[in-house]
């Protein structure tokens, strides 16, 4: 006689399926496999082995998919490491799975077979494993009548538990399909009509209304930590650190990226580690609510709210931190204070852009006031600082140095340093100097907020002079610093010149040019001047952050196709889209933002924009599809 893992099941006809208000909602195909495995790993439901991998074309046992059933049931948290009674004949106190097994039978997901048997290390069936799944979503047996399983497969495509799954009704399944039928099963809703992932983790809410699952909040909450990277730091995580997944800033990294001070989370399910290396040093200008129990803190003019005890101790009166110090603060993945610094060559020396200079009030340690100058600087290592100065001469715009020393911290005014040379294909090199491996580099462009920019992006460029306002070399005599001049025209904006007025009759000389740039439109005129500028893509140049300088008419190159992020155009020759290049379609009359996806995969005729020849530094700005 054929044994089944669950006994005396009568099913045939489906029976809740039918029932008003349970039907599922519809969903989008599967996820791709990468989505599903982070969710499920997140969850702690299905982890990989001791690399990581999670082994997807292996076979599944009995005992490996009810192990997975009880990390997906309410009662995850209540199983033990051990049982004191075998759960089967065959299934021992000793083997690994009896405390899962145990747990199963205790909720009822699972029975042995018509000999008492569980067989554990059989491969399981997709029927055997769905009629777990039903169980967990609180079908009873009682449900379904007639020959087993058809009732059930009945509700297990009606409740589109079968997206992604490949495995037939009786053979064995494997871990791809069960990594599939677990995903499902968190966006499917039970008896009582919830989605079973808000009823598993029910203080997240992690799925809408509309069935969609929230996945940063699901990470986020497996994220464990921080703890911050010094000697030894990788004894806190609970887990081979040299076998773990790495993202380092939200990119793809590696273990050795992680930099001292870094603050680092992980999550032991996910085998995976993100390290933060966002940092501001400044002065200490006031604690709230008070200076003995601070849960926000505000240094270089921002507040930042405190989130782990640690630092709140490190930046109270208790921890020895007074107003008027300055202070490193250590930034988490939420941007609050997740630690307090210690001084290093990293704070010691800074060199930046002056953002601003203006007279602030200051608290000091009595809790009296008192106003002094204060200058806000953009350094290249991306982050803003703010100190007070006594250095007269210092105006927006200029360069600085800055040095925390012991004797307090002093801050220059820099003189440019030229450089002329051109970068080499992989970023390494700028004429006859090496940059360092942490090179510090930021964009410019008048009052306009400098940008972080990476080798990478610099490749191939040839910088003629003043294109580079000032270098610094490190001991090693590499670049370890550097500030552009306008470089890479990424600190513009990019879009349509759609509307054209220009007048020259007599005295009177004026013009007004309609732009769009990202769907929003916008008006730059003059009452002296004529741009003689068309009705093309456009470079908005800005002299601000919000104010704009003039614009400029871009150079189109004829697409002969697109492949990835390169425009190929007459010739074969080879143009760089820009990351944040504007798409529009164009009907003959107005133009419409789209992407490239949508474009490139229709019956559209191309045509691509650039501000300025690749090895200048330029991109592909503006692609208007016909």
């Known amino acids: 006689m054929k044994q089944r893992l669950l006994s005396g099941l009568l099913c045939a006809a489906l029976v809740l399926g039918l029932l008003p ?18 969710v499920l790993s997140a969850l702690d439901i299905m982890v990989g082995d001791q690399n990581g991998d999670l082994n997807l074309g292996a076979s599944l046992t009995r005992a490996e998919f009810t192990k997975m059933a009880v990390a997906a049931s309410t009662s995850r948290d209540a199983v033990g490491d051990t049982v004191a009674v075998k759960p089967y004949p065959d299934v021992p106190e000793t083997h690994w799975a009896a405390p899962y097994i145990k747990a199963a039978v205790d909720l009822g997901l699972v029975e042995g077979d018509l000999h008492g048997n569980f067989n554990p290390s059989r491969t399981i069936t997709l029927a055997e494993g769905v ?35 490949t495995a037939a009704q009786n053979s064995a399944m494997k871990r791809r399909d069960a990594l599939y039928l677990f995903y499902n099963l968190m966006l499917a809703k039970n008896v009582e009509g919830a989605y079973y992932l808000n009823v598993l983790e029910p203080t997240l809410n992690l799925v809408n209304t509309d069935g969609e699952l ?6 986020n909450s497996a994220m464990e930590g921080p703890v911050v990277a010094s000697s030894g730091w990788q004894s806190s995580v609970p887990f081979d650190t040299g076998s773990a997944t790495v993202y380092r800033n939200g990119g793809t990294s590696s273990l050795a990226a992680i930099q001292s001070q870094d603050v680092v989370y992980w999550s032991d399910s996910m085998r995976t580690i993100w390290a933060y290396s966002d940092k501001v040093t400044g002065t200490l200008e006031s604690r709230t609510p008070s200076a003995s129990s601070p849960d926000s803190v505000t240094v270089a003019g921002r507040t930042y709210d405190i989130e782990t005890t640690e630092a709140a101790y490190a930046l109270s009166d208790l921890g020895g931190c007074q107003v008027g110090d300055s202070v490193t603060l250590l930034l988490g993945r939420s941007g609050g204070v997740a630690a307090v610094g210690q001084a290093s060559a990293a704070q010691d020396l800074v060199y930046g852009v002056v953002l601003s200079v203006e007279t602030t009030t200051y608290e000091d340690s009595g809790g009296d006031t008192y106003n002094t100058r204060t200058a806000t600087i953009f350094g290249t290592d991306g982050n803003t600082y703010r100190y007070p100065i006594d250095n007269r001469s210092l105006a927006a715009g200029h360069l600085a140095r800055v040095v925390n020393g012991e004797s307090g911290v002093e801050i220059t005014g820099l003189s440019s340093t030229r450089l002329t040379g051109r970068m080499s294909a992989d970023g390494a090199t700028l004429g006859r100097y090496e940059l360092a491996s942490n090179v510090q580099i930021i964009d410019t462009y008048e009052s306009c907020t400098p940008i972080q920019v990476y080798p990478s992006r610099l490749a191939g460029t040839n910088f003629t002079d003043g294109m580079i306002r000032f270098y610094a070399l490190n001991a090693q005599g590499e670049i370890s610093h550097m500030i552009l001049d306008d470089a890479t025209g990424d600190l513009h904006q990019y879009g349509i010149i759609t509307g054209v007025s220009e007048v020259s009759m007599g005295l009177v000389t004026n013009s007004a040019y309609t732009y769009d740039v990202g769907g929003v439109t916008g008006v730059f005129s003059s009452g002296t001047t004529i741009y003689n500028l068309e009705t093309s893509p456009c470079q908005v140049k800005m002299e601000s952050d ?16 697109v492949s990835g992020s390169t425009v190929i155009g007459p010739q074969n020759r080879q143009y760089t ?47 208007i599809a016909r």
Not at 21 to 38: D, T, V
Not at 214 to 219: P, Q, T
Request: hydrophobic fraction near 40%.
């Open 21 to 38: 208000g349970l039907a599922p909602s519809a969903r989008a195909a599967a996820p791709a496999e990468e989505e599903a495995a982070q």
């Open 214 to 219: 929230d996945r940063v909040a699901l990470i």
């Open 546 to 561: 919000s104010t704009v300088e003039r614009l400029y008419n871009l150079t189109e190159v004829e697409v002969e196709s």
């Open 577 to 623: 889209i820009a990351e944040d290049a504007a798409v529009y379609v164009y009907d003959g009359r107005d133009y419409q933002l789209s992407s490239l996806d949508r474009v490139t995969g229709g019956d559209y005729d191309l045509t691509a924009w650039y501000d300025k020849p690749e090895n200048e530094g330029g991109r592909i700005r503006v692609i």
């Open 131 to 165: 009629t777990i799944v039903l169980r967990l979503l609180g079908y009873e047996d009682s449900a379904f009548t007639g020959a087993w399983p058809s009732g059930q497969m009945a509700q297990y495509r009606a409740l589109e538990l079968n997206e992604g799954v």
